[in-house]
């Protein structure tokens, strides 16, 4: 099998790459933790907007996406409206997650999932989900306006390409002015491949999870990191396309 069931700290289930070597969440975290307390709940609390055009990268076991639906249908917050645009390579994985033991908030979403898998798209009356399958490097260069950035692929040790000051120069032009990017990853040469192209780069906490990035173009009410100083002081580099293979 390419991929193998793993059980994470709250007790959601995973699933382990082996083509990656590894896990498509945190399994400190957690599956749902993770979506919600490092993407999801941290963007709609920035993003004051009443349409909210959403990248998930990369849909993986579409446990970000389906967070999102639940919080927007069932959270607090004053967003009317939302679209979700989120590429994935792997067609193979689509086909596992028909019988995936999701976590029981988004269970009720499992129609809109088998809809996506089929589809590749959902509609309501609110919600509009665009399941893209192929490389994200080229899907992102076709959004535009996007208001938050869900960078939740495999880690830059694993999958360099989508954490280089190319791929993040794509993802700074299809931001909008309030847009703000969150991610997992607080790896130096990660932030400064985005500070690089112009973003404003913070760190959250949260008790009990790890630390999260959220990079911005505008002043965020937030623990700024000064990159120039990291610059300064740092040995690590921007990552960059030219340090690995290309596309």
Same mark, same amino acid.
């Given at each position: ?20 070597? $590894? ?5 400190? /975290?957690?599956? @749902?933790? !993770?979506? *919600?307390?490092?993407?999801?709940? %941290? ?8 349409h909210l055009r959403i990248l998930d990268i990369c849909f993986g076991l579409g446990i970000n996406t389906l ?15 939302? $679209? ?5 390579? /792997?067609?193979? @994985?689509? !086909?596992? *997650?028909?019988?995936?033991?999701? %976590? ?51 880690s830059p040790k694993k999958n360099p390409l989508l954490w280089t000051v190319e791929y993040f120069s794509d ?77």
């Open positions: 099998m390419k991929y193998e069931p793993r059980l994470s700290a709250d007790g959601t289930i995973t699933l382990y790459s082996k083509e990656y070597d $590894e896990c498509y969440h945190s399994l400190q /975290d957690g599956a @749902l933790t !993770e979506a *919600l307390f490092k993407h999801v709940k %941290p963007a709609f609390s920035l993003v004051q907007k009443p967070t999102t639906i639940d919080y927007f249908l069932h959270g607090s917050h004053n967003i009317q409206s939302i $679209e979700i645009f989120s590429p994935e390579l /792997d067609s193979q @994985l689509l !086909e596992q *997650l028909k019988d995936f033991s999701y %976590p029981k908030p988004l269970m009720r979403y499992r129609e809109i999932l088998l809809q996506l898998i089929e589809n590749k798209v959902y509609k309501s009356k609110n919600i509009r989900v665009e399941l893209y399958i192929g490389d994200a490097r080229a899907y992102v260069k076709n959004l535009h306006d996007i208001d938050i950035v869900y960078q939740d692929a495999f993802i700074a032009k299809l931001l909008s002015e309030e847009g703000v990017v969150t991610t997992y990853s607080i790896a130096t040469p990660v932030r400064l491949a985005m500070y690089e192209v112009g973003l404003n780069i913070y760190e959250l906490e949260r008790e009990g999870i790890k630390k999260i990035t959220i990079a911005s173009k505008k002043e965020l009410p937030l623990k700024k990191i000064d990159m120039e100083m990291k610059k300064k002081r740092s040995t690590a580099k921007p990552l960059t396309d030219d340090m690995f293979e290309k596309i």
